[in-house]
């Protein structure tokens, strides 16, 4: 396994209109974030990840884009952002930008030229079909709700949106459009940045016949993911770009891959095949969904999650690398979700951290999760901003469903959960503007604070400073080998990591109650070390029956 400084980083992903604001304008922006640099870098983190910023109509948040190479002016201007780079790069940390390349904006001036004509040559950016007998060309549904096709009465086609129908698909099959993106990419790469995180990219490849997709009795419908998601050229795509842009920098590259195995990921991953550094997965984030999807709400198995993440630890660790993730802008909040946002948000949320940040691979830390940020619950639909939880709101009216069974639904897994306003401090708006916000501030922003954590030496805040600070100094952490302990224990997630003769054991309880346990005497060693513990008075007894605390969380060095 080869060292390289993307394995050993620690990611911070900023949600730049939830952010910081600078001017007032209620909406976060650039100069925001550069005022808040010297936070990110007392953290520790070493990779700052910025969600779109691009020029953008803003159906989706930015991820609508309608001009690859211009800052939205709600974020600021290009000489702003060359200030964010340059000021990044002081601090010795660096920049990964997103790449959404799925799809553009409709607003894109190539879209608007395509739209023109059938001859126009801008017309096979993009994907277009005739219909079928008065209806779309095939039965497919958005991933926002609704047909996946729009017709366009001028010329008398659809054209494909995997997402809002102002997020018309990208046709890759274009030699022509593939050049476009690929130096739009190397324009970016030569201002200095040091690589990208890649929207849906395993979407980009589309089968020729796009036939229809398996339809349920009560849908209109249907799910065309098994054919659009690493789709026929995807591998050769992806190779490609590599040839042609990524592989003349030193960067790092995460593609978000809905869908993706472990054994595709070990294709996309692995440095001789020469496509990606790591994928975002979720399957995790999807453990806690029913049978129909993620706003059919079923509580979370932890012997799910120990066999999903174990499978993904073993199936990557000679070969590849993981991405580390329980929050990001589309994911309700981990300790919302996993564990307690209650008595016990500190506790959970750190044991929570502990669990993702010793595994093996690249940790990601999502803007607020470092103070322990919970999910809202806003009072009306009205005060939500995300298209897809009003697309949901109105298709559950639609089929009858009662408002509050609805907002049962949007409270524990709609996306807005992660977009509230970052809490800086107790003042108005939680410090985050001194103008109306674009979205609500979650209630509770005078007790969940960074001001108040920074002051706290036992805050969540600090014990993430910890988490990134033990990495930095045990190899083990980063590179070694991985193996479940207690695998049919239903409340304790234990694991072991192994390097060069050094043995790390992880000890995290998922459960409200204490729990005992004597998991050390599966390992065999001559002395231990407790490198870090949720709590103050935790048992240092190094062998024997040990009591975990209600979500305790303990980290073992043994030799």
């Known amino acids: 396994m080869h060292k390289k400084w993307w394995k050993e980083s620690v990611v911070y992903q900023i949600y730049p209109r939830s952010f910081m604001d600078s001017n007032g304008d209620g909406i976060g922006d650039l100069q925001g974030i550069i005022s808040k640099l010297d936070y990110l870098k007392n953290l520790g983190v070493d990779v700052i990840w910025l969600s779109p910023v691009y020029e953008s109509p803003n159906d989706d948040n930015g991820y609508d884009i309608s001009d690859y190479q211009a800052i939205m002016r709600e974020f600021g201007t290009m000489g702003d952002w060359d200030e964010l780079l340059k000021e990044i790069h002081r601090r010795d940390m660096k920049l990964i930008m997103d790449l959404v390349v799925n799809h553009s904006s409709d607003e894109h001036k190539w879209f608007v030229e395509a739209k023109k004509s059938k001859e126009n040559p801008y017309r096979d950016y993009y994907i277009w079909r005739k219909g079928k007998d008065g209806k779309e060309p095939n039965n497919w549904y958005s991933n926002f709700g609704g047909s996946a096709w ?242 949901f709101y109105q298709e559950q009216l639609e089929e009858g469903l009662s408002v509050g069974k609805i907002m049962e639904s949007i409270y524990a897994k709609g996306r807005d959960n992660s977009r509230t306003p970052m809490q800086w401090d107790h003042t108005e708006n939680a410090g985050f503007t001194t103008g109306t916000p674009w979205i609500k501030v979650n209630t509770n922003y005078k007790k969940v604070n960074v001001k108040g954590a920074i002051a706290d030496p036992n805050s969540i805040y600090h014990y993430y400073r910890k988490l990134i600070e033990l990495r930095k100094e045990h190899e083990v952490i980063v590179y070694g080998n991985y193996d479940l302990l207690l695998e049919n224990h239903p409340e304790i997630f234990a694991y072991k990591r192994s390097l060069n003769g050094e043995t790390l054991v992880v000890i995290c309880n998922f459960s409200e109650k204490e729990i005992e346990t004597n998991v050390l005497q599966e390992v065999t060693f001559d002395s231990c070390e407790m490198l870090i513990s949720n709590y103050q008075d935790s048992d240092k007894e190094e062998e024997g029956e040990m009591i975990l605390l209600p979500y305790e969380a303990r980290v073992y060095l043994v030799k």
């Open 150 to 391: 729009q017709y366009d009465e001028q010329t008398d086609e659809y054209y494909l949106h995997l997402f809002s129908k102002k997020q018309p698909d990208l046709n890759w099959e274009n030699p022509t459009l593939r050049n476009e993106i690929y130096e739009m990419m190397q324009w970016w790469l030569d201002k200095g940045i040091d690589g990208f995180r890649m929207d849906v990219i395993n979407f980009i490849s589309k089968p020729e016949e796009m036939p229809d997709g398996e339809p349920k009795p009560w849908k209109k419908y249907a799910s065309g993911s098994k054919y659009y998601r690493n789709g026929p050229r995807i591998h050769e795509y992806l190779q490609e770009m590599n040839k042609m842009v990524l592989s003349n920098y030193d960067v790092m590259t995460v593609g978000e891959m809905p869908g993706v195995t472990p054994e595709l990921a070990e294709i996309y991953t692995q440095e001789e095949k020469k496509e990606l550094n790591m994928v975002f997965q979720f399957e995790h984030m999807g453990l806690d969904n029913g049978p129909n999807g993620k706003w059919d709400l079923k509580p979370l198995d932890l012997l799910d999650l120990k066999k999903n993440l174990t499978k993904w630890q073993k199936a990557l660790e000679d070969k590849g690398w993981n991405s580390l993730y329980f929050n990001n802008h589309d994911q309700p909040r981990i300790v919302s979700r996993f564990g307690n946002d209650g008595p016990l948000r500190v506790e959970s949320a750190k044991m929570l951290a502990t669990l993702l940040h010793m595994m093996k691979g690249t940790p990601y830390i999502y803007q607020g999760e470092e103070i322990g940020m919970t999910n809202v619950q806003f009072d009306s639909i009205e005060d939500y901003r995300d298209i897809e939880i009003h697309q």
